[in-house]
């Protein structure tokens, strides 16, 4: 039994979802917006990129024409116009939300259909009981910010303050999410992780999807960054989702990434931690190594999210695309015969849109392998039909939830 191996490279939306302006979003379009600002020369960014966005092999397998497929026009900038090699189809979600664990669970079978819970666009935002709470119980003298935030902004506004106060930096966004940031040295590594673990407990029954510890170093606001150690403490999918399936079944899960803090470590069988889409690169070739028949590879890109939409940093991104698409061959020849590879994503974040949070969009899926059908596979009304069309392939079984994007003899 060969591999299966699922890539997200998390926001790279392809626009064109039906339900957009359900959520402010529509005309958003991560990719599109992306080539056509380097098309125009609004890009070039010095030492970093120039010019048209160059993503060769991802237009091979077929991402201009998932994008073409999703909006009915082909991105200005994306000219590939062949017949691909892969298999390739665009995907809407159904899940009630546009965040990380909606779009990953609905991936690996099981969408959300609940709503989560979320916090006011107030100041303060948070509940003055479970602010309590956590002072309280944390054994803090306060905390700072306390309002929608972005990440890096508040790290910036707040750092100085909570070096000398010793009062933790939390924050949300329009996700289901509550952010803690602290300084590794002045606050803590450890106590960081305990106080959003405590954090975990006060919010579960505010249906919040995930606490983030967001670590960061250095000693001036204008040297703050943030480390390698966040950690994402999350509720668990409601149902079975592929990777239970498949850990129940006597396989391999390769969770590499942030895939693990994700579905809460449940279906996890070998935990892979990188930090930037460089060391992604090496640990899931590692992982592809060191996968027997059978296993799933799991990774998830996040830098396209976390340092380029959400900073709304158009250069960036191109450039963050066009590494990946030069790195793509070593993930495709690291395949074996039989193995089945996905490229996809989880949601948008359009870099151009407004506000810094992500968008709703439609999801390119790209299939390489030796069963898989050349051509357009359809446009997917689910992003469940991925964790089917892999369920079909390891020969588990596929749940409630999704169809295979295609039909292989004897399985």
Same mark, same amino acid.
């Given at each position: ?240 989702? %592929? &990777? ?10 390769? *969770?590499?990434?942030?895939? +693990? $803090? #994700?579905? =809460? ?100 899926? %790209? &299939? ?10 359809? *446009?997917?009304?689910?992003? +469940? $039909? #991925?964790? =089917? ?23």
């Amino acid at each position: 039994m060969a591999r299966a191996v699922l890539i997200v490279l998390d926001s790279v939306g392809i626009g064109g979802a039906p339900d957009a302006e359900k959520f402010g979003d529509e005309g958003s379009n991560t990719l599109g917006h992306i080539a056509e600002a380097c098309a125009r020369g609004e890009a070039d960014q010095k030492d970093l990129r120039a010019g048209p966005l160059i993503i060769p092999n991802l237009e091979r397998l077929g991402l201009g024409l998932a994008a073409e497929a999703a909006c009915g026009h082909r991105p200005e900038g994306l000219n590939f116009a062949g017949q691909a090699a892969a298999g390739w189809a665009c995907a809407a979600e159904i899940s009630s939300g546009k965040d990380t664990p909606s779009g990953h669970w609905e991936i690996t079978g099981v969408p959300v259909e609940f709503e989560w819970g979320k916090f006011p666009q107030t100041v303060p935002t948070f509940p003055t009981e479970l602010t309590d709470t956590m002072v309280d119980r944390g054994d803090l003298p306060g905390i700072l910010a306390n309002r929608h935030a972005s990440g890096t902004d508040v790290i910036h506004e707040y750092g100085i303050e909570h070096i000398t106060s010793g009062k933790p930096i939390v924050y949300t966004s329009a996700d289901s999410v509550v952010q803690i940031a602290a300084h590794e040295e002045f606050f803590g590594l450890d106590k960081l992780y305990r106080l959003c673990a405590l954090t975990r407990e006060l919010v579960d029954p505010l249906n919040i999807g995930r606490v983030i510890a967001r670590p960061f170093v250095g000693k001036t606001a204008d040297s703050f960054e943030r480390t390698g150690n966040r950690r994402d403490y999350s509720v668990p999918p409601p149902e079975l989702t %592929l &990777l239970d399936r498949v850990e129940d079944n006597d396989q391999a899960v390769f *969770a590499v990434g942030k895939i +693990a $803090d #994700i579905f =809460a470590h449940r279906g996890v069988t070998d935990i892979r931690k990188a930090n930037g889409n460089e060391a992604m690169f090496e640990a899931t070739l590692q992982a592809m190594t060191d996968a027997a028949d059978g296993d799933l590879v799991f990774a998830n890109f996040v830098d396209f999210d976390q340092l380029y939409g959400h900073r709304r940093d158009v250069p960036g991104y191109a450039a963050c695309l066009e590494h990946f698409d030069r790195r793509l061959p070593e993930l495709i020849d690291k395949m074996r015969p039989g193995d089945l590879m996905i490229l996809t994503a989880d949601h948008g974040n359009d870099p151009t849109w407004r506000g810094t949070d992500h968008t709703r969009e439609q999801v390119p899926i %790209l &299939l390489i392998g030796d069963d898989v059908p050349v051509g357009f596979l359809g *446009a997917r009304n689910t992003f +469940a $039909d #991925i964790g =089917a069309t892999i369920s079909q392939h390891l020969g588990v079984d596929n749940g409630p939830h999704g169809t295979p994007m295609f039909t292989v003899s004897g399985k």
